[in-house]
């Protein structure tokens, strides 16, 4: 959905935009198209590996870092105010396709899956130092699994004989406890409910979404991408409420105090699009714009 969402950031071209998950620069690349030579994009990463696909070009900068500190790097870098923020939930497609990361279900890894190599927790103490209910909490909360407590008995059982070391190790205790027809999802569904929980994705998102807030100036848009109901919910009351639970809270006249209005409906990926990459299937786009 890279056309859907450069326009849905309804691009100034003497503006600052900020892209909070580089990635392979596909996102970069079509928003550096748009701005003019006064035009300013920071974009954030903090695996270091995105630094192989720097663009090289004045307008553009880098910034190592999780986008939970969004905030605190603009200002480091001078920036208070910016038009348009771009972010895009998903896992960069490198890190699936390599094994070395940990986070493909079909290529022999290290149970790693940290997006930032320098953080202490990886998958390798989730899944052999979590407790049984830790677990059964992780993949029920953040895999949305009915199984959860199954499981978690058989990582628990597993390795009170040896440590599960590998993807693939995990992979191969669970799949014969799996129907064939379901076994590719829940595989799936597992792997995110511990990347979820080592990298703390969701906190990021929703700490990211409210540092929008005081960032964007008015009529800015804010574009964000998700690829699970977790995510989607997330983005979705922010826009819609301001906050993540409850309602929004109303002035002495009704008036709800809102930081964004919604711009448009849910986007979805087209068939085409979905032909070419399967990974974006699950790809949901909302707009917002700063009132």
């Known amino acids: 959905m890279l056309e859907e969402a450069i326009q849905g950031l309804e691009i100034n071209p003497d503006g600052i935009y900020v892209d909070v998950t580089f990635g392979g620069g596909g996102h970069s690349r079509a928003i550096l198209k748009k701005l003019s030579k006064e035009g300013r994009l920071l974009a954030f990463d903090q695996d270091e590996a995105a630094q192989q696909n720097i663009i090289s070009d004045e307008r553009f900068q880098l910034i190592n870092g999780n986008f939970s500190h969004l905030k605190r790097h603009l200002k480091f870098n001078g920036i208070s105010i910016v038009d ?117 994705e969701l906190d990021v998102i929703k700490s990211f979404l409210e540092q929008s807030v005081g960032l964007l100036t008015k009529g800015g848009r804010m574009v964000c991408i998700s690829y699970h109901s977790l995510e989607d919910r997330l983005v979705k009351l922010f826009i819609r409420e301001g906050k993540f639970e409850g309602k929004a809270e109303s002035d002495l006249y009704g008036n709800r105090n809102l930081p964004f209005k919604k711009v448009g409906n849910l986007q979805i990926p087209s068939d085409e699009e979905i032909k070419e990459n399967g990974r974006a299937r699950s ?9």
Do not use: C, W
């Open 84 to 200: 348009g923020i771009l972010a895009d939930f998903g896992v960069s497609s490198h890190q699936f396709d390599s094994g070395s990361r940990g986070f493909s279900t079909r290529l022999e890894g290290p149970l790693d899956m940290r997006m930032n190599a320098q953080n202490e927790l990886s998958a390798y103490e989730v899944v052999n130092e979590y407790s049984s209910e830790e677990l059964q909490s992780i993949f029920k909360s953040y895999g949305e699994l009915r199984i959860a407590k199954k499981l978690a008995d058989l990582i628990v059982a597993q390795r009170k004989q040896a440590p599960l070391e590998t993807t693939q190790a995990l992979v191969n205790l669970l799949a014969p406890t799996l129907p064939k027809h379901v076994f590719n999802k829940i595989i799936a569904q597992v792997f995110q409910a511990i990347r979820i929980e080592v990298n703390a």
């Open 283 to 291: 790809g949901k786009l909302r707009i917002a714009e700063k009132v």
